[in-house]
């Protein structure tokens, strides 16, 4: 065990709770009692406006009597940050003066191999953005300009410039004490066959450092400056400290912001992640051009449960957002999955930022469509189904796709959504043929939005709707409250009837194939289907409206891609909103029923039902203020600090 409980106590005792809580608060002063090691803050894990989180030196913890959170100078990192228990320990121990031990002597030695590397590169760091600000680095200066790249984000980003001659950083390196061994071995020489002269690896190039988790330079970027020099972009090869396959591009910078906002934004190159922080968006990475990996998939979820891959709308865009789709679905879990953003008229994240700002990078943002639509799209959009035997063959298709999902929750929660997408294609496919339903007399299916509102109760809540929509946007949530779902009855008629079915579909008929029974299904369920969720649309000004677009009008704060644990608390308050109102229509009953003639105890059970009403509104009012509260901190992070249309709409 490399951390021992003495070498955690040691770092507990020579570093406070209040001194690492500090960095993220700040510390109430009619309420804190530093010489008493007391101290209070508003909480750092859910907006409040009066101080309800307590730090006490003398126990080394804080707790969150609000929201209940809880934990040591640890765990407060790896919640605030985002870092890993290892990681925060180190961090800490840093902090502190600790000094850790090493697992074993040949560990120790890679460490400090490893070290002496990263001591190189930053060596070159320096190097580059020397030469980058010196009277040789004006090309680079200009481009860099061009690009939109403000004074202080090149200093941020540490943006420097490889001359345009043979040994230009050689010579330096020399110079440093460093020898051509050690700079080959870093990535930053080439070394010919033939025993001929080593030579520098980028020249008369813009250059990115790459750092890894904890901030140390380990490899570089170069984009060429010569519009005909070939690779327009150049990263350093693999070396002992540097492996692309599992690199995130500013992942240290944007570890914090995500964790906060809950979310993670991957860009297709460096300069796009540049750019995009540079306009205020801080929770982004980029892949370095390279293919997701398992490594690149587990490092996302680290820092966000549903990170937004964000790349360029073509072709090529198009197709490694499939392959990476492939490549994500085996290792797909409960609560971790991905969505996908694609940028409009060929335009990449700097060219978006640069003309529109954050606000235009945002908008298209909104609009990313989760890995399951991503599927769903790629499969049945040039489908042909106008057989049974090519229905069963994209069905087969789809069940052989989901197979590969090894978590078998979410293998599930795709196999619903799934059987209900196919379901309505089919029958959108099939029913200018049939006319009218089979088994209906010849008489016409309703044909529009009119006759679904004609056929609902007037008094119809919107809530309805969403919950609905919310179980068809969330197959896992819907199984999971499939059963306290089906005991509230709906009050608009027609949604009732759509709840019935889609119990049916997921219960009834789930070892039946759907070419088998969509026909089966009451039409009224895909014209409801479309009302509360909303399929794919095209647009007159020649764009499309995603699928669920008619749930995120109704319920906006889906638009800010919140955690599937505040959906599913959204989902909750919703029900018992719903539950309270037939508990009110059961008090009404009770009264409406009771006579003179009746004993006493029909009267104290009215009171006791009217006292649980009351008791039950004031929770839920106070859970719907936490939702609110929260809501507010999504739409921040995610750059809409409106007050207005907080949760609801």
Not at 145 to 152: C, D, N, V, W, Y
Not at 499 to 513: G, N
Not at 558 to 565: I, N, Q, R, T, W
Request: proline share 5%.
């Amino acid at each position: 065990m490399r951390f021992t409980p003495q070498i955690l106590d040691d770092i507990r005792t020579r570093l406070t709770i209040s001194e690492v809580v500090g960095r993220k608060v700040t510390w109430d002063k009619r309420k804190s009692q530093p010489g008493r090691g007391d101290f209070w803050a508003c909480c750092p894990f859910h907006g409040e406006k009066s101080p309800s989180f307590h730090c006490d030196d003398r126990r080394g913890i804080y707790h969150c009597f609000g929201c209940g959170a809880s934990g040591d100078h640890f765990k407060f990192l790896t919640e605030t940050e985002g870092l890993s228990f290892p990681e925060a320990v180190e961090r800490l121990a840093q902090d502190a003066g600790v000094t850790l031990p090493t697992a074993d002597p040949g560990q120790a030695k890679l460490a400090a191999a490893r070290k002496e590397l990263a001591d190189v590169t930053e060596i070159a760091a320096k190097f580059f953005h020397a030469r980058f600000r010196a009277p040789e680095g004006r090309e680079a200066r200009d481009y860099a300009s061009r690009r939109g790249l403000e004074p202080t984000t090149l200093a941020l980003f540490r943006v420097g410039y490889a001359p345009a001659e043979r040994d230009a950083l050689k010579r330096h390196l020399l110079a440093e004490g460093v020898s051509e061994a050690m700079a080959v071995e870093a990535g930053l020489l080439i070394e010919p066959e033939g025993g001929r002269a080593t030579y520098d690896r980028f020249r008369g190039r813009l250059m990115i450092p790459i750092a890894d988790e904890r901030g140390r330079v380990v490899a570089f970027g170069g984009r060429t400056l010569d519009p005909k020099g070939e690779p327009k972009y150049l990263n350093s090869p693999e070396t002992p400290i540097f492996h692309k396959g599992s690199m995130l591009f500013n992942i240290h910078r944007a570890r914090e912001s995500a964790h906060k906002a809950g979310s993670i934004i991957v860009t297709e190159g460096y300069l796009d992640a540049i750019a995009v922080a540079q306009a205020g968006v801080e929770n982004v990475v980029a892949a370095l051009g390279t293919a997701f990996t398992e490594d690149h998939i587990h490092r996302l979820w680290r820092l966000a449960p549903e990170p937004i891959i964000c790349f360029d709308g073509d072709r090529a865009g198009v197709a490694a957002a499939h392959r990476a789709m492939d490549r994500m679905l085996p290792l797909l879990k409960s609560g971790f999955s991905f969505n996908f953003c694609f940028l409009p008229d060929g335009k990449d994240p700097d060219d978006l930022v640069r003309s529109g700002g954050r606000e235009a990078f945002l908008a298209e943002i909104a609009k990313s469509a989760p890995l399951s639509e991503m599927l769903w799209q790629r499969e049945a959009a040039e489908a042909r189904i106008d057989t049974p035997e090519r229905k069963a063959a994209l069905e087969a298709r789809i069940d052989a796709l989901i197979g590969q999902i090894k978590d078998e929750r979410v293998a599930r929660r795709y196999r619903l959504d799934m059987r209900v997408k196919l379901s309505e294609l089919f029958w959108n496919h099939d029913r200018p043929a049939r006319g009218g339903r089979p088994g209906s007399g010849g008489k016409p299916a309703p044909s529009s939005p009119v006759d679904l509102r004609q056929a609902d109760d007037v008094e119809l809540a919107n809530i309805e709707r969403i919950l609905l929509g919310l179980c068809i946007e969330n197959p896992e949530l819907y199984e999971r409250r499939i059963d306290e779902f089906a005991r509230i009855e709906l009050r608009g008629a027609s949604l009732e009837d759509f709840k019935r079915e889609l119990h049916r579909i997921s219960v009834d008929f789930d070892d039946v194939s759907v070419s088998t029974f969509y026909g089966g299904v009451d039409e009224r369920f895909y014209f409801v289907l479309n009302e509360i969720h909303g399929d794919e649309t095209q647009l007159d000004t020649g764009g499309r409206m995603p699928r669920g677009h008619r749930l995120r009008e109704r319920f906006p704060i889906l638009k800010f891609h919140p955690s599937a644990v505040f959906v599913e608390t959204c989902f909750d308050a919703m029900l018992e909103r719903l539950s309270l109102r037939t508990l009110a229509e059961d008090i009404e009953a009770e009264i409406s029923a009771l006579t003179a003639a009746e004993d006493a105890e029909a009267a104290l059970r009215i009171i006791e039902l009217t006292r649980e009403r009351g008791r039950r509104w004031e929770e839920l009012g106070r859970r719907e203020q936490e939702l609110a509260e929260e809501a507010k901190i999504i739409r921040a992070a995610h750059g809409n600090r409106s007050p207005a249309q907080v949760l609801w709409g």
